[in-house]
C-alpha cells in the first residue's frame, strides 16, 4: 500500500460510518431484542405500553437495576467483579429510612448524599482490600456480601422500615413523572450518559478499558492500576449506594433483606448486554440495555401466556445465549483479523 | 547419564534436597494446619465457655446443617483447583430437590425418582462441562446463566406448592443416628466420598493433572493432560453430587420446594476458599476445605447457643473470608521481602514446583 486513500469525510459519509457502526455494535443486538419484546407484548396487550400505567412501569422498573448494572459494568471492564453490590443496596436503603426516622425534616438531598457517601465508603472498603492487597475480587467481593449483609441485619433487626415513616415527597419521587417520564428514570439515563461519556471519552475511562485488557501491560506501560481499580470499585459502591436510596423511595418498606441476590441480576445484566466478563471489552450502555431488557422480560412473560415461575429460566437461557453469542462473534473476528494478515 | 554409562567415568553426582522446607515446617505452617488449628481453638473455647455447646444433640444438628455443604464443597474444591468456578450447584440441589418430588407426587417409588433427580442433576453438570469446555465460554459466566436456569426450571416444575410426602422410612434413614452415637448415619456416606475424593485429588494422575491445569493450562496440554475432558468430568461430578445433596436436603426436612437450597452456592465457595484452595487454582488440599466447612459450621453453631444472633455469624464468615486471603497475600509479601535483598535465604531451585 503506498497510496493512502482517505475516504471523503463529507456529512453523509460520516453517518453512514456512524450508521454502519451502529448496526455493527454488539449493543445494537440487545436493543433490537428489547424492542422485539416490547413490541410483542404490546400486540398481545396494548395496556403493556399503551397505557399510562404500563408506559411508566415500563420505564421504572428497570432503573434502580440499571444504575447497579452500570457501576458494575465498569468494575468488571477492569476484570474484576462486585458480588457485594446487593448488600451495599441493603444497607443503604435502610440508612435512607434509618435517616428520615432519627432526624425528622432533615432535607432530601441530605439523605441522597448520606446514600451515595455510605455505598461508596464500602466501596472503598472493597477496593482498598483488593487493590493494595492484590487479591481477587471475587472472594474479597464475596466476603464483603456476607459481612455488609450481616452488618445490616444487625443493624436492622427484626425491625423495619414502613412507608408512613417515609416523608410523602421522598415517596412521591419513586413514582412521580415529569412529561411521562419517571423522575428514576431520570436520574439513572443522566447517571449512564455520564458513565457513558466517561468511559468512551475522557482518559481515566480508556485506562479502565486497558486495565481490563491486560493488567500487566498496563501497568508496564505505566498507568496507575492500583488506583484506577480503586477508583472504579468506590464508583461502583456509590451507584450502588444511590439506588439504595431510590429503592427506598420507589418501594417505601424496607427490611433487613432488600436487595438480597442482587448481584446476581447485575452481572447478569452486564454479561447480557455484552461486557466481557474477563474485561476489557463493552459498554456500560449494554449493561444499562441488557438491565432494562432482563426485566422487561419478567414483566412480558404472563402477558405472553408463560408463568411467571418460568421467568428465572428465560434469563439463564438469555445469559447463556448472549455469551454464545458473544464467542461466536469474537472467534469471527479472530479469523478476520486472520485472513487481513494472511493476504 | 547415557554418556557417563558408556565411558564409565565417575562423573559427580550433584543432589538435590527433595524439599526446600524440613517436614515439620511443612506440615505445621501450612494453610490447612491454621484452619484445622482454628477449627480446634473454636472447639475448645466453646466447650469451655458456651453452655450446652458439648452435649450430642449439638454435633448432630450441626452435622446434620452443614452436610449439603460438605457434599458439594468436594467436588467444588476440584474445580477451583483447576481454575474454573461452579456457581450453579445450589439451583441443581433445587432442580434435583424438585424432581425427587414430583416424580415420588406422580406415584414413582423415591428409589426410582432419587436415581432419575442423580441423572438429571450429572446432565445439568454436563450441561456446565459442555458450555466451558467445547464452546470455550469462561465458567463464571456459564454457571451464572445456568444458575438462574436451573433454578428457573425448578420453580417452573413446582410453582409454589411443596410436596410434603415422602416415604417414612427415608426421611427417618436422613435423620437417623449412627447406632447410640449422636452422629447422622448421612456422615457415613460423606466419609466415603471425602476419602474417594481425596483419593482422586491427591493420589491419581488425573489429580496431578487438576493442579496442573490450575497452575497452567497450556503447560497441562503440552504435557498431555487432557484439559478440556478434565474440566467436564469435574463439572459432571458436580452435578451428581448437587443432585445427592439435593435429595438429602429433600428427605432430611421432609419438603421438595423449587427455592430449596437457595443461596448455599456462596456458602459452599466462601467454606472452599477458607480452607485454603486458591481462587486462581493450582493450590489446595481437601483437608483444608472439610476443617473450613467444620469451622464455620461450629463458630455457627456456637454463637447461636450463645444467643448470639445469626447475623453475626455472616459477619464472621465474611471477614474470615477476607482475611484468610489478605493474609496469605500479606505474608507472601513479609517473605518476598524478608528473603530478597542480601540474597542470605537463597532458593533452592529444586524447592519449586
Keep these: 500500500m503506498t497510496t493512502l486513500i482517505t475516504p471523503p469525510d463529507t456529512a453523509g459519509a460520516r453517518v453512514l460510518r456512524g450508521f454502519g457502526g451502529f448496526a455493527r455494535a454488539r449493543e445494537t443486538g440487545i436493543l433490537i431484542a428489547l424492542v422485539l419484546v416490547i413490541a410483542i407484548a404490546t400486540i398481545k396487550n396494548p395496556n403493556f405500553l399503551f397505557s399510562n400505567d404500563g408506559f411508566r412501569d415500563l420505564l421504572l422498573t428497570p432503573s434502580i437495576l440499571m444504575l447497579v448494572a452500570v457501576g458494575q459494568a465498569v468494575v468488571i471492564i477492569t476484570r474484576s467483579v462486585d458480588l457485594s453490590v446487593g448488600s451495599t443496596l441493603g444497607l443503604t436503603a435502610y440508612l435512607t429510612g434509618r435517616l428520615f426516622i432519627d432526624f425528622p425534616g432533615i432535607p432530601i438531598i441530605v439523605v441522597f448524599l448520606a446514600g451515595i457517601a455510605l455505598g461508596a465508603f464500602l466501596g472503598l472498603i472493597n477496593g482498598a482490600l483488593i487493590a493494595f492487597a492484590k487479591v481477587p475480587a471475587l472472594v474479597i467481593t464475596l466476603g464483603t456480601l456476607y459481612a455488609y449483609r450481616g452488618i445490616n441485619v444487625l443493624w436492622t433487626g427484626s425491625d423495619r422500615i414502613n412507608a408512613s415513616d417515609v416523608p410523602k415527597p421522598f415517596l412521591a419521587l419513586g413514582t412521580q413523572t415529569i412529561l411521562f417520564i419517571p423522575v428514576l428514570t431520570i436520574i439513572a439515563v443522566v447517571v449512564l450518559i455520564a458513565a457513558g461519556w466517561y468511559m468512551r471519552n475522557l482518559r481515566g475511562g480508556r485506562e479502565l478499558y486497558a486495565i481490563g485488557s491486560d493488567p500487566a501491560a498496563a501497568h508496564l506501560y505505566g498507568l496507575k492500576v492500583t488506583q484506577r481499580v480503586l477508583v472504579a470499585f468506590v464508583v461502583c459502591g456509590a451507584l450502588a449506594g444511590l439506588a439504595g436510596v431510590l429503592t427506598t423511595a420507589r418501594y417505601g418498606t424496607v427490611n433487613s433483606q432488600v436487595g438480597s441476590g442482587f448481584e446476581l441480576d447485575a452481572v447478569a445484566a452486564a454479561v447480557i448486554g455484552g461486557v466481557a466478563i474477563f474485561g476489557g471489552s463493552g459498554t456500560v450502555w449494554g449493561a444499562a440495555i441488557g438491565a432494562y431488557l432482563l426485566l422487561t422480560i419478567n414483566r412480558a412473560l404472563p402477558i405472553l401466556g408463560v408463568e411467571d415461575f418460568w421467568q428465572r429460566a428465560v434469563v439463564g437461557v438469555l445469559i447463556i445465549g448472549a455469551i454464545v453469542l458473544d464467542r461466536v462473534l469474537a472467534l469471527r473476528t479472530a479469523r478476520k483479523l486472520v485472513e487481513a494478515r494472511d493476504k | 547419564m547415557t554418556e557417563s554409562a558408556i565411558t564409565g567415568a565417575p562423573t559427580t553426582v550433584r543432589t538435590y534436597k527433595n524439599y526446600g522446607r524440613p517436614l515439620w515446617r511443612r506440615l505445621l505452617i501450612s494453610r490447612e494446619a491454621a484452619v484445622i488449628g482454628g477449627l480446634i481453638l473454636v472447639v475448645i473455647v466453646a466447650n469451655a465457655t458456651v453452655y450446652r455447646f458439648g452435649t450430642p444433640i449439638t454435633l448432630n444438628y450441626l452435622l446434620l446443617d452443614i452436610m449439603p455443604i460438605l457434599f458439594i464443597a468436594l467436588p467444588m474444591t476440584l474445580i477451583i483447583v483447576t481454575g474454573e468456578i461452579d456457581l450453579s450447584v445450589a439451583s441443581t440441589m433445587g432442580l434435583s430437590s424438585v424432581i425427587l418430588g414430583t416424580l415420588h407426587e406422580g406415584g414413582m417409588p423415591i428409589e ?53 410426602e415422602f416415604t417414612e422410612f427415608w426421611t427417618d434413614l436422613a435423620k437417623s443416628k449412627i447406632g447410640d452415637t449422636s452422629i447422622p448415619s448421612v456422615t457415613i456416606l460423606f466419609v466415603i466420598l471425602a476419602i474417594a475424593f481425596a483419593i482422586l485429588l491427591h493420589f491419581t494422575p488425573f489429580g496431578r493433572g487438576i493442579f496442573a491445569i490450575g497452575l497452567n493450562d497450556e503447560a497441562a496440554r503440552f504435557s498431555g493432560i487432557r484439559v478440556e475432558r478434565t474440566k467436564f468430568i469435574l463439572f459432571m461430578l458436580s452435578g451428581v453430587i448437587s443432585a445427592l445433596a439435593g435429595i438429602y436436603y429433600t428427605l432430611r426436612f421432609g419438603t421438595a420446594r423449587g427455592d430449596n437450597a437457595t443461596g448455599l452456592e456462596l456458602s459452599v465457595i466462601a467454606a472452599v476458599l477458607l480452607g ?26 456456637a454463637l447461636r447457643l450463645a444467643s448470639i444472633t445469626s447475623d453475626v455469624i455472616n459477619i464472621i464468615t465474611g471477614v474470615l473470608l477476607v482475611l484468610s486471603v489478605v493474609s496469605t497475600s500479606f505474608l507472601t509479601w513479609l517473605h518476598k521481602k524478608r528473603t530478597k535483598p542480601g540474597g542470605k535465604k537463597t532458593v533452592i531451585p529444586a524447592a519449586k514446583g
Excluded: D, E, M, Q
Excluded at chain 2, 450441561?127 to 444458575?147: M, R
Excluded at chain 2, 476445605?289 to 463458630?299: D, M, P, S
Design chain 2, 112 to 164: 426410582l425418582a432419587g436415581i432419575i433427580a442423580l441423572i438429571v442433576g450429572t446432565l445439568a453438570g454436563a450441561l456446565n462441562g459442555f458450555l466451558v469446555t467445547v464452546v470455550g465460554l469462561p465458567s463464571l459466566a456459564v454457571t451464572i446463566g445456568t444458575l438462574a436456569l436451573y433454578r428457573g426450571l425448578a420453580v417452573g416444575l413446582l410453582g409454589t406448592k411443596a410436596v410434603t
Design chain 2, 276 to 301: 485454603g484452595v486458591s481462587i486462581f487454582g493450582g493450590r489446595g488440599a481437601l483437608h483444608g476445605v472439610i476443617a473450613g466447612v467444620l469451622l464455620i459450621g461450629a463458630l455457627g453453631s
